[in-house]
């Protein structure tokens, strides 16, 4: 996320990290004249050393990158081999993407309540099975991983799949294990708001050997060149598909490599910020987002106030001090977005109005997250402490 005029320090996280390592990497692949991944007249193969290089980031087998997160989560469902119709949960909190990537793979998304984590509550993830559910999609929200693990003994009692949305989340991790590798498949973005960046990109992850050599298919037209002239052969029996085309160019790929070295140190770095932001607070009444793993988080400041009106006062607060902070999607679930709440795809109305989620739509509206960014400083942290001292003068304890 960008900063906004006047703010004190700017919001990046990978972007601020740019530098000459991320310029020589781009200029190889250009001086090399191959910028496709599969072939090329002097082909250094970048885009297979990112993926084998975010398969140990993300802790599984296999890594395919593609053109974006959207994409990826995609590819990721259709890999799984989701059926036309399925219906696939996806939390009230989260971007649009995670709607689209359903639609995209011809299921249908259901609607689930988050908890004070801001993520899918596990208790509430029950009551949205139905005879049609086919898998679900915790996101990992704002660099803090969801509850995996009550919510995979949910999928696993259903037989249901379960797809990570790690867009927000890359070299995070939950109880000692990163996500990506947590659930049946794991997707990643890398826009240019996300940890690591070339503007544009994606992941998917799985140590399915079976989901890889599907996504690997569907991402390059069923195989064109994965099975024809790629280091990854698909597996021989399997039946053929047609695919798309959703892959990575070389050159994003150099730019993610050059890139990937920084990621933990940067996450480490924002996990200790917010951790400092805390501790200088903590005699305040306020309340953070709760966070399934914070010792596995990459820097999270959400304040859960009393009510929008508070929220509302606070984010003028800190950005009259020069903090950026926001109320994430603008306090909407959602469902919120017309599109999503008429069920209008673009062939045509797919599913009914879901239900209001109160108690995401209210948990989410009364957030306010304060925005980190990768260049802080020491001095920028200790006036973001000083900043929601003052903004959070008077409020009472959240309830
Ligand atoms: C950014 C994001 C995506 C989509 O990623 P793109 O690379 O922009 O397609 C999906 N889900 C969530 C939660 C995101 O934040």
């Not at 802790?59 to 799984?80: F, K, P, Q």
């Not at 801001?118 to 898998?135: F, K, N, Q, V």
């Not at 994003?252 to 933990?264: D, E, I, K, S």
């Not at 999503?340 to 009914?352: K, L």
Request: glycine share 12%; proline share 5%.
């Amino acid at each position: 996320m960008s900063d906004g005029p006047g703010m004190r320090y700017e919001t990046w996280r990978a972007l601020a990290l740019w530098g000459a390592e991320e310029e020589a990497a781009a200029l190889e692949v250009i001086r090399s004249r191959s910028p496709f991944r599969y072939y090329g007249p002097d082909l250094a193969h970048r885009t297979d050393a990112f993926e084998a290089a975010f398969s140990e980031v993300a802790g599984v087998a296999h890594t395919v990158a593609v053109s974006s997160g959207t994409a990826a989560l995609t590819a990721a469902l259709i890999g799984l081999g989701i059926p036309a119709g399925a219906e696939v949960i996806v939390p009230a909190v989260t971007f649009v993407a995670s709607v689209g990537a359903v639609v995209g793979a011809r299921g249908v998304p259901v609607f689930a309540e988050v908890d004070d984590s801001l993520t899918l509550d596990p208790a509430r993830l029950e009551e949205r099975i139905t005879g049609r559910t086919w898998g679900v999609m915790p996101v990992h929200l704002n660099n803090a991983a969801a509850d995996m693990d009550p919510i995979t003994e949910v999928a696993r009692r259903h037989g249901l799949r379960v797809v990570e949305d790690a867009a927000q989340a890359a070299g995070i991790r939950y109880r000692g294990r990163p996500v990506g590798g947590l659930g049946d498949a794991g997707a990643f973005s890398f826009q240019l708001d996300k940890n690591i960046t070339a503007g544009e990109g994606g992941a998917v992850t799985t140590s399915d050997a079976d989901v890889h050599d599907r996504v690997a298919r569907y991402q390059d037209q069923g195989g064109q060149f994965t099975t024809a002239r790629g280091a990854t052969r698909g597996t021989a029996d399997a039946p053929p598909f047609v695919g798309t085309n959703l892959r990575m160019t070389e050159l994003t790929a150099a730019v993610l490599g050059a890139q990937l070295p920084r990621l933990l140190p940067m996450c480490r770095r924002l996990r200790d910020v917010a951790r400092r932001v805390r501790a200088g607070t903590a005699d305040l009444p306020v309340r953070w987002r709760r966070l399934p793993d914070e010792e596995g988080s990459g820097g999270d400041l959400t304040l859960l106030l009393g009510s929008r009106l508070e929220a509302r006062g606070v984010v003028a607060g800190l950005n009259a001090a020069g903090i950026p902070a926001h109320t994430l999607y603008q306090g909407q679930p959602v469902t919120a977005n017309r599109a999503v709440r008429e069920g209008r795809t673009p062939w045509g109305v797919e599913w009914e109005r879901p239900p209001r989620l109160r108690t995401s739509e209210a948990l989410l509206g009364r957030s306010v997250t304060i925005a980190l960014g990768a260049a802080m400083t020491d001095d920028d942290v200790d006036a973001v402490v000083d900043a929601v001292r003052k903004a959070c003068q008077g409020i009472s304890a959240a309830g």
